[in-house]
């Protein structure tokens, strides 16, 4: 039990004084660049999943006729 206590007292002491947290200005910006990256990401899996979408309908037309 006392490991337990020493691991949360530890755990504490880093998290409040050790530890540099982000401003609210810094964390904004960063905020902003997920966003952005994630919409750059998301748009390019939906063009990739569009031109897989016609490539698979162009072969499946092929095979038919």
């Known amino acids: 039990m006392e490991k337990i206590t020493t691991y949360f ?3 504490y002491e880093e998290l409040v004084n ?9 964390l904004q910006e960063s905020a902003v660049i997920v ?7 998301s748009f390019i899996v939906l063009g990739i999943d569009l ?3 016609e490539v698979t309908q162009l072969l499946y037309k092929a095979i038919i006729k």
């Open 9 to 11: 007292q530890e755990a």
């Open 51 to 53: 031109s897989f979408k």
């Open 35 to 41: 966003l952005i990256t994630a919409l750059i990401i």
């Open 18 to 26: 050790k530890v540099t947290w982000p401003t609210w200005s810094e």
